[in-house]
C-alpha cells in the first residue's frame, strides 16, 4: 500500500487540480461574459480535463488502498482584465503544476516508489502538450491581435481542441 509521504503529496495534488478546474471554469464564464463562445467553451472543456486528472489520482489513491481527500476549492480568480491576461495565465499555471510532477516524481524515485513514479509519467506527458496549447493560445493572440480580429482569435482558440 501507499506510503504515508505519497499519500499525502497525492492528495495535494488533488487540491491543485481541483482549484485548476475551479479556476478554467472561471475564466469560462468570463469569456462567455464577454461574448467569446469559442474561448468561453475552450476554457470549459479544460475545466473538465482538470476534474479528470483529479479524479485519476482519486482512483489511484483508492485502488492502492490509501485514503484519498476530497479538496475544498477557494480564492478562485473572477476578475480577469482581458483576455490576453487569462491566456498567460493559464500558461503560468501549467508550468507551475508541471513543476509540481516534476518534484513528485523526485519525492518517489527516493522513496523507492517506482510505481508511482510511473503513474505520474502520464500527467508529464499530458503537461507537455497542455504548455503546448498554452502557449499555442498566446501565438495565435499575438500574431491575429487587433480590434477587428478578436472573434477570429475566439474561433482559433475554440479549435485547438479539436486539432492535435
Ligand atoms: Fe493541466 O493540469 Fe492537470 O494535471
Redesign the pocket.
Known amino acids: 500500500s501507499l506510503q504515508e509521504s505519497v499519500q499525502e503529496i497525492l492528495n495535494q495534488q488533488m487540491a ?2 481541483a482549484h ?1 478546474s475551479a479556476l478554467y471554469l472561471s475564466m469560462s464564464a468570463w469569456c462567455y461574459a464577454q461574448g467569446l463562445r469559442g474561448t468561453g467553451e475552450f476554457f470549459r472543456k ?1 475545466a473538465d ?2 476534474r479528470e ?2 479524479m485519476k489520482i482519486f482512483n489511484y489513491i483508492t485502488h492502492a488502498g490509501g485514503l484519498a481527500v476530497s479538496p475544498e476549492t477557494s480564492n478562485i480568480e473572477r476578475n480577469f482584465t482581458d483576455l490576453r491576461s487569462i491566456l498567460v495565465m493559464s500558461l503560468e ?2 508550468i507551475q ?1 508541471t513543476e509540481n ?1 516534476n518534484k513528485m516524481t523526485e519525492h518517489c524515485q527516493k522513496a523507492r516508489d517506482y510505481q508511482t513514479a510511473r503513474f505520474l509519467q502520464w ?1 508529464l506527458d ?2 507537455y502538450e ?1 504548455e503546448k496549447q498554452a502557449r499555442r493560445c498566446i501565438e495565435i493572440f499575438d500574431q491575429m491581435n487587433s480590434k477587428d480580429a478578436i472573434f477570429d482569435i475566439d474561433r482559433e482558440i475554440h479549435d485547438l481542441k479539436k486539432k492535435d
Open positions: 491543485v487540480e485548476s479544460q480535463e482538470e486528472h483529479m499555471q501549467e503544476i510532477f500527467y499530458e503537461q497542455e
